[in-house]
């Protein structure tokens, strides 16, 4: 049996220094509220927040004791990044419901955030869809984009591939980046509407000319693979550069990818670490095990078994199901843990559910042998086919000894 390396798909916080900090003035937010919902239909908020909070933070500051809900909007995301202020989550939190509750959308969909992800209060996928619907039926392109995301994978709400669709189409026709990349996926896997890669690779292009680094990681990716584009390592690197120093994980872990096998680069194992590192802080599951795996087998750091069942472990807990194909595997072998076949056995099946073809395998090597089951060869096949399907060499090496 393998491991299963995960090579695919923060801000950097900084201190305020506050050279020239502006005068607060109602007319000074009700700017900077008209910016950043520009930004959010092409780079996002946060890029905008970065690029202010050191000569704005005092104004925004000023803003909110006076119950500005733009000003506690803005406040709240320099508490959640750490910027100018000691990062709290809790604060943010209460500063995106207040200026939720006052009706303004962007704080509707930063709340939403949070409550979705447990960030400084108890995490409620209920209350987080009420924010995402309410803001989306407010018009607001980018929280259909966000609202149809959560259609398509089923988070909060029952799984939906066309309302996923409309959602992302009304939110592309509007002009927002986010929304165009998701509508991009759809095309690109055809996932909901028919298989259109030049269709895709449109809508990276479009969002990716706008800075959106969404737009430019899945770009990257088309250009790494030749998947609609004539493959191009140089031009993926360069646009995997570009996301990732806007604090895409998923661009973050193609990077560290690509450093790791010298693809369009210098081959360099610690700037690989650097960027899978920087993912995995991020809670990136991919960037979790892509640093696991390192760790197990010493790849730019020095091996630790424990580091790396800490790591596959923490992607595990996501459910991510390359997290918990690498952490059946230590199981089942004592690799950084007491040996313990049954939960081997649990994980292999939980990510051989999820699709993932090692945990398909390697659930196949225990029906094989009888390791923690009950010894049955068809069952063994049946994975092995699984997994065989999507290209698993070990599995399709074992079909053939055992008569396909």
Partial sequence: MRIITVILSIITFLPSCSPSSVTYSPELIESDMKEVLSAVDTVGPKSFILSKFESHL?????GSEQGIPGADYLLGWCYQL???????????????HNAAESGLVLAMLAEARCLEKGIGVNKNLVQAIVRYRQAANDGNAYA??????RYRVGLGVKKDLK??????RSSSQKGNAQGKVYLGYCYRVGLGVRKNLTKAVELYKW??????PFGQYSLGFCYKNGVGVKKDVNEAV????????QGNAGAQVNLGNCYLDGIGVVKDLKKAIEQYRMAADQGHSDGQVSLGYCYLDGIG???SSQKAVKFFRMAANQNAAAGQANLGYCYLNGIGVARNVDKAIALFRAGADQGNRVAQANLGDCYKNGLGVNRN??????????????GHEGAIRMLRNLGR
Avoid: M, P, T
């Fill in 58 to 62: 005092s104004a925004w500051k000023k």
């Fill in 163 to 168: 309302k996923a669709v409309d959602l992302f």
């Fill in 301 to 303: 750091v020095k091996k």
């Fill in 144 to 149: 259909e984009a966000q609202l149809g995301y």
């Fill in 377 to 390: 060869i068809s069952i063994a096949k049946e994975l092995y086919r699984k997994a065989a399907d999507q």
């Fill in 238 to 245: 360069k646009l995997f550069r570009l996301a990732a120093e």
């Fill in 207 to 212: 969002a990716a000319n706008k800075g959106n």
């Fill in 82 to 96: 750490g910027l100018g202020v000691q990062k709290d989550h809790s604060e943010a939190a209460n500063l995106f």
